[in-house]
């Protein structure tokens, strides 16, 4: 598999309880590495247009909102199969669903406050990283 990028957002209720360490190092110990970082506390605007594919959704007002209460972790990794990856480790949408030992079984609190987001396609990934790193990011050469 190439070498991909994808996004990933540790979200308020995971930082509220002080997991930032220790979900990176779940990334970087599966060989993911940090390549952008940037802790922001979301506007209204901000969330709704970066979960706009959800508009319209029954789950939506209450995303938005979580998502705005609090501030949040965005970062760019990168490595081999990036974006298959990170959905691993953060394990299922659901934490009811998720698999033992994955981030979102040990972090989450509910079906909206699951910890995590991680890109789900490499079209997804760059339009995603592109709105938090409109600068761009330090891409690893080694
Ligand atoms: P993903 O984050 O695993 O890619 P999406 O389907 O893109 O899942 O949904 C975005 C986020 O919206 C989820 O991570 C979760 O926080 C929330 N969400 C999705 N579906 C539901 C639902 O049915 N009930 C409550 N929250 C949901």
Redesign the pocket.
Known sequence: MAEQLTLSII?PNAVAKNAIGAICGRFEQAGLQIVAARMLHMSLEQASAF?A??QG???FD??VG??TSGPVLVMALQGEDAIAKN?EL?G???PANAAPGTIRADFAD?????A?????APETAEREIGFFFPDGICKRTR
């Open positions: 979200k979960y594919e959800h959704k029954g789950f209450e995303l979580f998502m959905r953060m299922a949408t659901n509910s079906f909206t406050e699951n995590v987001h991680g890109s789900d």
